[in-house]
């Protein structure tokens, strides 16, 4: 059974960075593709950001590209999200999520693709 934990998350002004970390245990790490998730208070989730399990595939959403970036480490069974330039509007609880099988090269940013999922950590953005 695979296990994902995330940490990283907290309160943050406008403009400022955090780093998501998601540690992952229980499996085949380096041939999971994983991705960032969230959900905003009140919104349904949202696809964030995906990362092929070489990490030769990354895809980004429209509202994150070029703030957000997406990696991993298969040695340290860890896949990171750093956020630059945070908005209010990225206020939510962030989720990892892991894809058992995946193709290289293959990131995809439809949740139900992914078979586990981390409980989640709050990341919340003042003005």
């Known amino acids: 059974q695979v296990q994902l934990v995330e940490s990283g998350g907290g309160l943050v002004q406008a403009g400022g960075s955090l780093r998501l970390s998601c540690a992952a245990s229980?499996?085949?790490?380096?041939?999971?593709?994983m991705a960032w998730f969230r959900r905003p208070p009140g919104k349904e989730r949202e696809s964030i950001a995906a990362?092929?399990?070489?990490?030769?595939?990354?895809n980004y959403a429209a509202s994150v590209k070029g703030r957000f970036t997406i990696s991993r480490d298969n040695a340290k069974n860890t896949v990171f999200l750093q956020m630059n330039s945070l908005k209010p509007e990225d206020t939510a609880v962030y989720y990892c999520?892991?894809?058992?099988?995946?193709?290289?090269?293959?990131?995809?940013?439809?949740?139900?693709?992914?078979?586990?999922w981390g409980q989640g950590t709050q990341v919340t953005v003042s003005s």
């Open positions: 999520a892991a894809k058992a099988g995946a193709l290289n090269y293959y990131a995809p940013m439809r949740g139900y693709e992914y078979d586990y």
């Open positions: 229980g499996g085949t790490f380096s041939r999971y593709a």
């Open positions: 990362i092929s399990w070489s990490g030769g595939g990354i």
